[in-house]
């Protein structure tokens, strides 16, 4: 009888193991899911934050780059007008020379 008992509490002893074991790694899936979930909204936080800085970065730079493609279009604009109207200017008085006969029109003034 003696032995019957031995087993008994021998196995009521592995069965408290067995239940401590679960519950250790029933605790450990918690702390370890609470943690990915921890870290997971770290990550969200900061990959939002980064996301909001570089495309406000875009915005600007992309405003700074048309601003200065205007200026620069202006620029070529005005220089295509300047040069265009001294080669009209050019080209009327080479023409009004010709008609008076004049060949320099442009020295006889």
Same mark, same amino acid.
């Given at each position: 009888?003696?032995?019957?008992? !031995?087993?008994?509490?021998?196995?009521?002893?592995?069965?408290?193991?067995?239940?401590? !074991?679960?519950?250790?790694?029933?605790?450990?899936?918690? *702390?370890?899911?609470?943690?990915?979930?921890?870290?997971?909204?770290?990550?969200?936080?900061?990959? $939002?934050? *980064?996301?909001? %800085?570089?495309?406000? %970065?875009?915005?600007?730079?992309?405003? /700074? =780059?048309?601003?200065?493609?205007?200026?620069?279009? %202006?620029?070529? *604009?005005? $220089?295509?007008?300047?040069?265009? $109207? /001294?080669?009209?200017?050019?080209?009327?008085? &080479?023409?009004?020379?010709?008609?008076?006969? =004049?060949?320099?029109?442009? /020295? &006889?003034?």
């Amino acid at each position: 009888m003696d032995e019957q008992n !031995v087993l008994q509490h021998l196995l009521g002893v592995e069965a408290q193991a067995a239940a401590l !074991v679960d519950e250790a790694q029933a605790e450990a899936d918690r *702390r370890v899911a609470e943690g990915e979930k921890s870290c997971r909204l770290q990550f969200d936080e900061s990959y $939002s934050r *980064r996301v909001e %800085e570089l495309e406000a %970065e875009y915005v600007r730079e992309t405003a /700074r =780059i048309r601003e200065d493609y205007n200026h620069q279009l %202006e620029e070529y *604009r005005g $220089s295509l007008a300047a040069l265009k $109207s /001294r080669a009209d200017q050019d080209r009327f008085t &080479a023409l009004t020379g010709e008609f008076l006969g =004049i060949k320099d029109l442009g /020295r &006889a003034f």
